[in-house]
T-cell receptor, first 111, second 118 residues
């Protein structure tokens, strides 16, 4: 069935280091991918998105990479800060505007 | 600032009672909104699609008679959990798509509603 999964449930990094969060998906028909950040007790917050006609997109301190050949998505956070500590979800559009979410990765930033 | 709001932020109710959760889009209209449910330490799972002016569409396994959805206006969707039971305790989150520049669309999520059924 359709699924979006993650390789690492928890990622611990030192403040100032770069973080890389990975995501594998199985639905090759999806053409839109999004990364969300969710802090405890809050709703998901949009970070960055990418369409399937691109393989890289950069934002402020964040970069999303898309490899359609192996159905892999990654989120890179530069100079990780304590405020980046949260759970990160990848998600993709099912084609009907609703989103399918991955299982999530918890990012812990050590001061 | 927030573009989607939810009310209440948390609610505790007795088993067998009904609970209504509101989702509002702020400063934009949304003919479609989505309701998700998130259990502790799990991901978000789509429950249903709320459509203004027509019936909601439910995901497989979600009981439409238990989770009543009403898209009353272009800025408001409500989810009513009827005859709530402890297993319905969860974090309920709505989202609404907002058009951005260049015709792109972004899903914005509400802050969520924590439901605890005793």
């Amino acid at each position: 069935g359709e699924s979006v999964g993650l390789h690492l449930p928890t990622l611990s990094v030192q403040e100032g280091d770069n973080s890389i969060i990975n995501c594998a998906y199985s639905n090759s028909a999806s053409d839109y991918f999004i990364w969300y950040k969710q802090e405890s007790g809050k709703g998901p917050q949009f970070i960055i998105d990418i369409r399937s006609n691109m393989d890289k997109r950069q934002g402020q301190r964040v970069t999303v990479l898309l490899n359609k050949t192996v159905k892999h998505l990654s989120l890179q956070i530069a100079a990780t800060q304590p405020g980046d500590s949260a759970v990160y979800f990848c998600a993709y559009d099912t084609g009907r505007r609703a989103l399918t979410f991955g299982s999530g990765t918890r990012l812990q930033v050590q001061p | 600032g927030a573009v989607v709001s939810q009310h209440p932020s948390r609610v505790i109710c007795k088993s067998g009672t009904s609970v209504k959760i509101e989702c509002r889009s702020l400063d934009f209209q949304a003919t479609t909104m989505f309701w998700y449910r998130q259990f502790p330490k799990q991901s978000l799972m789509l429950m249903a699609t709320s459509n203004e002016g027509s019936k909601a569409t439910y995901e497989q396994g979600v009981e439409k008679d238990k989770f009543l959805i009403n898209h009353a206006s272009l800025t408001l969707s409500t989810l009513t959990v009827t005859s709530a039971h402890p297993e319905d305790s969860s974090f309920y989150i709505c989202s609404a798509p907002r058009q951005g520049t260049g015709g792109s669309e972004t899903q914005y999520f509400g802050p969520g509603t924590r439901l605890l059924v005793l």
